[in-house]
């Protein structure tokens, strides 16, 4: 089983970032996906979520509007496009399908 996030990086306020999570070894397209965030000193946050067909979603307060989650089940994929970013914004992101868990990618929102 594998979950892996890629698509963090340094961005200007305002930019944009796109998060992909790519998962394997399971069946990725039952289950509801989730990316949390976590900035230093912080506890974990749930950002964004998305059902399993995705035609369900929900998010956070902080991110509304700003923040789209999609997925891709052929791709076995779930996303998270970044807009209008703010330096609090900043922290690693995690990606959340059933039990499993990513690595984190670290977005940085710093001029």
């Known amino acids: 089983v594998q979950v892996v996030e890629s698509g963090g990086g340094l961005v200007q306020p305002g930019g944009s970032l796109r998060l992909s999570c790519a998962a394997s070894g399971f069946t990725f397209s039952r289950w509801t996906s989730s990316w949390y965030r976590q900035a230093p000193g912080k506890e974990r946050e749930l950002v964004a979520r998305?059902?399993?067909?995705?035609?369900?979603?929900n998010y956070a307060d902080p991110v509304k509007g700003r923040f789209t989650v999609s997925r891709d089940n052929a791709k076995n994929t779930v996303y998270l496009q970044m807009n209008s970013l703010k330096p609090e914004d900043t922290a690693v992101y995690y990606c959340n399908v059933y039990a499993y868990w990513g690595q984190g990618t670290q977005v940085t929102v710093s001029s």
């Open positions: 998305i059902s399993s067909a995705g035609d369900d979603t």
